[in-house]
């Protein structure tokens, strides 16, 4: 799959699910409704404020 394949895929979806990937980076700029996965990564570092994502963090020893 290429790059614009992606994100031909992503305007046709209603929701994504998906871990903290560049996925998740292009679903947000498209506006997609968004269920992000972290796990050992800070969210706020790697989301910006949108009304269409949540975040599913668990706190995990290795969390920073």
Do not use: W, Y
Request: proline residues 6%; aromatic residues 4%; glycine residues 4%.
């Amino acid at each position: 799959t290429t790059l614009r394949d992606l994100i031909e895929v992503l305007r046709h979806m209603k929701a994504l699910i998906t871990p903290d990937t560049a996925t998740l980076q292009l679903a947000q700029s498209l506006g997609l409704n968004t269920l992000a996965i972290f796990r050992s990564t800070d969210p706020p570092a790697h989301t910006g404020k949108c009304k269409n994502l949540h975040i599913f963090f668990k706190d995990l020893d290795c969390s920073p």
